[in-house]
């Protein structure tokens, strides 16, 4: 089957979970479909054609950007016999393949408009561009992955026009060989951190999904000795940018050993921070599966995250790490986060037992390999439907 796979970020550009999760879903699928990726960026490898926005809205609104890629997109899928996309950045492109080209279109749900109302913040009126996009292509879909199960729940309640069967779970995976224990120590000290004291990581994006100024406040109660590492780049506005700042420069007054890492590492450096972290602390509002804490579980690294969309479906809570609600009151929220981290950090051996506990997982049930097989055979599926 010629397959296509629409998506903004492929490597080299890969900056979130939606990158990573066709990285390796592409690198599977190849032996099972023939497959073209369609991408943003400049040129065309083997299998992969690059889109880049047309110049002339170089100082348009994000999403008419965006809007201006799906089209070049859409016009290049002909002789695909099916199309696949990612975020809403590439539905509109599906979208209009499946008009024009008269092909099924299958839709992956990494995060959902409707759920992120602070992407206002970030597109201005671009956010109800996005929001149409998505709904759009979503809801004309022939069948639409949900990447947990907490996920596929969230999809029918924004879109409540989707026919249920069409909705399937797919969770998101882990390559177990390339994420794995690294005890070399070379990273950490490029970075200035002590490998003999231990360290919370946080690996992610600048954006309130992601909760990192939950973090910067929850840091200030947990225990002096550790230090706090902060992977964390791509701020999605000036605002939060300079939220993040000030909180980190708070934060790095108010106690020592505080590494602010403000760009996007190698994956074997972000592999040797993992396999040393005391514990990952993901304090993500709004996540659908979190693909950093399978990272930090393959790495033997306990994890502490927020109980919330499909995190609790990959962070098993007391064996291979520690959840916490999410509160109203951000204050009872960021004291749980505080405490959880402290359980840790307290407890060397627990952590250790949940970090072995933590990879034995990862091995055994989020394997790259099945999920492409499960992606391969709804393709099938959808092709004898259509």
Same mark, same amino acid.
């Given at each position: 089957?010629?397959?296509?796979?629409?998506?903004?970020e492929?490597p080299?550009?890969?900056?979130?979970?939606a990158? &990573?999760?066709?990285?390796?879903?592409?690198?599977?699928?190849t032996?099972?479909v023939?497959?073209?990726?369609?991408?943003?960026?400049?040129g065309?490898?083997?299998?992969v054609?690059r889109?880049?926005p047309?110049s002339?809205?170089d100082?348009?609104?994000?999403?008419?950007?965006?809007?201006s890629?799906?089209?070049?997109?859409a016009?290049?899928l002909r002789?695909r016999?099916?199309?696949?996309?990612?975020?809403?950045?590439?539905?509109?492109?599906?979208?209009?393949?499946?008009?024009?080209?008269?092909?099924?279109?299958?839709v992956?749900?990494?995060?959902?408009?409707?759920l992120r109302?602070w992407?206002?913040?970030?597109?201005?009126g671009?956010?109800?561009?996005?929001?149409?996009?998505e709904?759009?292509?979503?809801?004309a879909a022939?069948?639409?992955?949900?990447v947990?199960?907490?996920?596929?729940?969230?999809?029918?309640?924004?879109?409540p026009?989707?026919?249920?069967a069409?909705?399937?779970i797919?969770?998101?995976?882990i390559?177990?060989?390339?994420?794995?224990?690294?005890?070399?120590t070379?990273?950490?000290t490029?970075?200035?951190?002590?490998?003999?004291?231990?360290?919370?990581l946080f690996?992610?994006?600048?954006?309130?999904?992601?909760?990192?100024?939950?973090?910067l406040?929850?840091?200030?109660?947990?225990?002096?000795?550790?230090?706090?590492?902060?992977?964390?780049?791509a701020p999605?506005?000036?605002?939060?940018?300079?939220?993040?700042?000030?909180?980190?420069?708070?934060?790095?007054?108010?106690?020592?050993?505080v590494?602010?890492?403000?760009?996007?590492?190698?994956?074997?450096? &972000?592999?040797?921070?993992?396999?040393h972290?005391?514990?990952?602390v993901?304090?993500?509002?709004?996540?659908?599966?979190?693909?950093?804490?399978?990272?930090?579980?393959?790495?033997?690294t306990?994890?502490?995250?927020s109980?919330v969309g499909?995190i609790?479906?990959?962070?098993d809570?007391?064996r291979?790490?520690?959840?916490?609600?999410?509160?109203?009151?951000?204050?009872?929220?960021?004291a749980?986060?505080?405490?959880?981290?402290?359980?840790?950090?307290?407890?060397?051996?627990?952590?250790?037992r949940?970090?072995?506990?933590?990879?034995?997982?990862?091995?055994g049930?989020?394997?790259?390999?099945? &999920?492409?097989r499960?992606t391969?055979?709804?393709?099938?599926?959808?092709?004898?439907?259509?």
């Open positions: 089957m010629r397959v296509a796979l629409l998506t903004r492929y080299p550009d890969v900056y979130g979970g990158g &990573v999760h066709v990285e390796f879903l592409a690198r599977e699928l032996s099972l023939d497959l073209e990726v369609h991408c943003w960026g400049e065309r490898g083997v299998g054609v889109h880049r047309w002339a809205l100082d348009a609104n994000d999403a008419l950007r965006t809007f890629v799906d089209l070049s997109v016009a290049a002789g016999e099916l199309v696949h996309s990612h975020t809403w950045y590439a539905n509109l492109a599906g979208h209009l393949a499946k008009l024009l080209h008269g092909v099924p279109h299958v992956t749900a990494h995060s959902l408009e409707p109302p992407k206002a913040e970030q597109l201005g671009g956010y109800a561009l996005s929001s149409w996009a709904r759009t292509a979503v809801e022939d069948a639409v992955i949900a947990s199960g907490a996920m596929r729940e969230d999809i029918l309640a924004c879109y026009a989707l026919d249920p069409a909705v399937h797919v969770h998101n995976g390559d177990t060989r390339l994420y794995r224990p690294d005890h070399g070379d990273a950490l490029r970075h200035g951190i002590d490998p003999s004291r231990p360290y919370v690996v992610g994006r600048i954006t309130r999904q992601k909760g990192v100024p939950h973090l406040r929850a840091a200030r109660r947990i225990d002096p000795g550790a230090q706090v590492v902060l992977c964390a780049g999605d506005t000036p605002e939060i940018d300079r939220e993040f700042r000030e909180l980190y420069e708070e934060l790095s007054r108010a106690r020592a050993g590494f602010w890492i403000p760009r996007m590492l190698p994956r074997p450096e &972000v592999v040797q921070l993992l396999t972290a005391a514990v990952l993901c304090p993500s509002v709004y996540e659908p599966l979190g693909i950093v804490n399978l990272e930090a579980m393959a790495c033997g306990p994890v502490v995250a109980r499909g609790p479906e990959v962070v809570h007391t291979t790490g520690l959840l916490v609600a999410p509160d109203d009151d951000s204050e009872v929220f960021e749980g986060l505080a405490a959880a981290l402290d359980a840790v950090l307290g407890d060397p051996a627990g952590a250790r949940m970090g072995e506990a933590g990879r034995e997982r990862a091995v049930e989020f394997g790259w390999d099945a &999920v492409a499960r391969a055979a709804l393709y099938e599926e959808i092709r004898k439907q259509a």
